[in-house]
């Protein structure tokens, strides 16, 4: 956009300038100067807050109204988990702290306070920057719809994240935890069978509270207080409670442990993306597994739903190489997988959607304690797939499009560690290579 300097004599014969331009059909201007450089200094001025945003006219607006305003733009083209995890921000964090005001009355300043009041209730620096990374989100929201100039959480120094430690299984402890992990698909007579024979090994004063908990579907808080466990502390008796437990079959009666372990291992999948695998996904003929779709659960419209999503990026969607040994036990959990609406992989005996927290607490778990391995996440088994290809020397380039990263950098900064230990021996190799070579010469 160009602008002019307009030029005037007063009566007493002295030149006078000012600025002008237009916006749009309207022609603006600026006051009389004395000297021409002042009015082009105007100019520069006005022709900068023009194509800065800054000539608009500031509409004052809660931080509360704001929030609704950018999420009513922003729920379309989020997966329901994304919407689920925005809304418990602004619900829990956001709106009760900075909701009644007016957000260019929040500074640098206020936002610096809230980060460490956040960090004095025991909050991660990761779950801290979650929070800001929403709140960034509706300010540069607002600075678009001319509600604020500037962002102020741009002046803020962030908390650093510090990079843990990732864990994974090595080979002869995935070797302990599948021997550990149940191999067939019992049915219902199996299981009740198996159930009363465990039951009446129980001591008396037990048999009616594990009872209650299948039949009457009692939480393991209350077995907890029907046990009469009166030494310890309550997340003792809690912890004997479960212990007890754990032996017995699960009421969600899926019992395709081995199989969804075994593939977990074997592909790398995260765990919505197994649990949302259909039957068509995967390609027996081509040895490959196609990742469509994720499972997530949470509450929608304040039900707690199962909803098949898109993945976690469009790297994420991907096909995934498999050995003849995945394929076969798949294979041969299809002829005992229940039938269900969706053509689920891992479902429940009725056809359900499994729930996470139920697969880690009755299945993964135990498992592992019934292995002697420490307490590990299932998402760690993703991890011990990429050891396993960085063991076997494979590329970079290939783990990070198995593994459905989005850039090859988060496979390095995940992984890097581990392909550091290869190096002194891919050192060897070429040292070796080229002596060799100059020896026959």
């Known amino acids: 956009m160009k602008g002019y300097i307009e030029t005037r004599k007063t009566k007493e014969g002295e030149k006078r300038y ?36 800054q000539n608009w006219p500031i509409q004052r607006i809660t931080l509360s109204d704001l929030a609704e305003k950018w999420f009513a733009t922003k729920t379309a083209d989020l997966k329901p988990s994304t919407q689920n995890d925005y809304r418990s921000t602004l619900d829990r964090h956001l709106i009760p702290k900075f909701g009644h005001f007016k957000i260019d009355q929040i500074s640098p300043a206020m936002l610096e306070e809230y980060i460490a009041e956040l960090r004095g209730t025991g909050l991660k620096a990761k779950t801290i920057v979650e929070i800001l990374r929403v ?33 994974f299984l090595r080979v002869e402890e995935i070797h302990a935890f599948l021997s550990a992990v149940p ?11 198996d159930f009363n024979r465990r039951v009446g090994e129980l001591p008396e004063e ?41 032996f017995f079959p699960s009421r969600s009666d899926f019992h395709g442990d081995y199989v969804l372990s075994l593939s977990a291992i074997l592909t790398g999948m995260r765990e919505g993306e197994l649990l949302g695998m259909q039957w068509n996904d995967i390609d027996f003929a081509a040895h490959k597994i196609r ?22 990026s469009k790297a994420a969607i991907r096909d995934i190489d498999v050995g003849d040994d995945l394929l076969l036990e798949l294979r041969k959990h299809k002829l005992v997988c229940p039938k269900n609406d969706v053509d689920l992989v891992f479902c429940t005996r009725t ?22 391995l420490r307490r590990i996440r299932f998402h760690d088994l993703r991890h011990t797939y990429a050891s396993l290809l960085i063991a076997q020397k494979e590329s970079p380039k290939y ?29 060897s190799r070429l040292a070796s290579a080229v002596l060799a070579r100059t020896g026959k010469n």
């Not at 607002?142 to 002046?155: C, F, G, K, M, Q």
């Not at 191999?183 to 199996?190: C, V, Y």
């Not at 009457?216 to 997340?235: D, P, S, Y």
């Open 183 to 193: 191999r067939d698909w019992k049915t219902s007579e199996d299981l009740q069978r």
């Open 18 to 53: 000012r600025a002008g331009w237009r916006i749009g059909p309207r022609r603006l201007h600026g006051v009389w100067r004395d000297k021409r450089f002042k009015a082009t200094a105007d100019l520069r001025k006005a022709l900068h807050d023009i194509d800065t945003g």
């Open 291 to 312: 990742v469509r779709r994720s499972l997530w659960r949470g509450k929608i419209f304040g039900k707690w739903q199962c909803v098949l999503q898109r993945p976690k």
């Open 351 to 372: 056809g359900t959607p499994l729930e996470v927290r139920t697969l880690m607490r009755w299945h993964f778990l135990p498992a592992l304690e019934r292995a002697g």
């Open 206 to 246: 037990l048999r009616s509270v594990v009872v209650g908990h299948y039949v009457q579907n009692k939480t393991v808080k209350r077995i907890a207080r029907e046990l009469q466990i009166h030494e310890g502390t309550v997340k003792s008796r809690l912890h004997s409670a479960r212990k007890i437990l754990q």
């Open 135 to 167: 709140l960034n989100q509706a300010f540069r929201y607002a600075v678009r719809r001319h509600h604020i100039r500037y962002n102020p959480l741009s002046d803020v120094q962030k908390p650093r994240i510090e990079k843990t430690e990732m864990d």
């Open 399 to 427: 783990i990070q499009i198995q593994l459905g990263h989005a850039s090859i950098k988060t496979t390095f900064d995940t992984y890097g560690h581990l392909m550091e230990e290869a190096n002194p021996i891919a050192a």
